[in-house]
């Protein structure tokens, strides 16, 4: 009798690419206010812990690649949220750090030193298709002071350009690093 396949456990596959756009535009919300829950909704159970006032900043930046030239004219379109939940504890190395099955951290030799192996998240977030082909957009989380920096190199002229990590893992695009510079992507 013939044997069965086993399914294929292969990754998908990755790829890692620079991409450069021009700031076209931004818009920008400044909020204050009292948290929501104190109003008493009872769908929702706010913890003890929760602020009394919220602060959020809302950043949008909009923009069309210009390198490499092969990815010229495509259109990227970031939500960056400046919120206080960002600040909260993040992620550290040892939460990524990889297990092995009996849930131990994992190491690994380099001459005569144990070393930890980690399991980092593919991006920092999602870049999915927005209203077209070519349109990306993205939501992203950030610490306040993130965003007002943000907000403030875009309003004195002084970021006019977006360098992005675009981290491809199978059909799904992830964002490593977005930054706003001065300098013109393709000189770095």
Do not use: C
């Not at 593919?122 to 077209?132: D, K, S």
């Amino acid at each position: 009798m013939p044997r069965k396949k086993r399914p294929s456990k292969n990754k998908p596959t990755e790829s890692h690419e620079h991409l450069g756009a021009r700031v076209d535009g931004y818009r920008v919300r400044l909020e204050a206010g009292l948290n929501l829950d104190l109003k008493g909704s009872p769908v929702l159970h706010p913890e003890p812990t929760d602020p009394v006032f919220t602060y959020h900043t809302t950043l949008q930046i909009w923009g069309e690649g210009i390198f490499p030239d092969e990815r010229a004219g495509e259109f990227f379109d970031f939500l960056i949220i400046g919120t206080s939940e960002a600040d909260k504890p993040r992620l550290t190395l040892a939460d990524v750090q990889a297990r092995d099955r009996h849930g131990g951290p994992k190491t690994r030799s380099y001459r005569g030193v144990e070393i930890p192996v980690y399991e980092p998240p593919p991006g920092i977030t999602l870049m999915f298709p927005g209203g077209g082909k070519n349109h990306h957009q993205t939501y992203l989380p950030l610490p306040p002071q993130i965003a007002s920096d943000m907000l403030t190199a875009l309003a004195t002229g002084a970021a006019p350009y977006m360098a992005i990590h675009e981290h491809k893992v199978g059909n799904k695009r992830w964002i490593d690093t977005l930054t706003l510079q001065n300098t013109h992507p393709a000189v770095e």
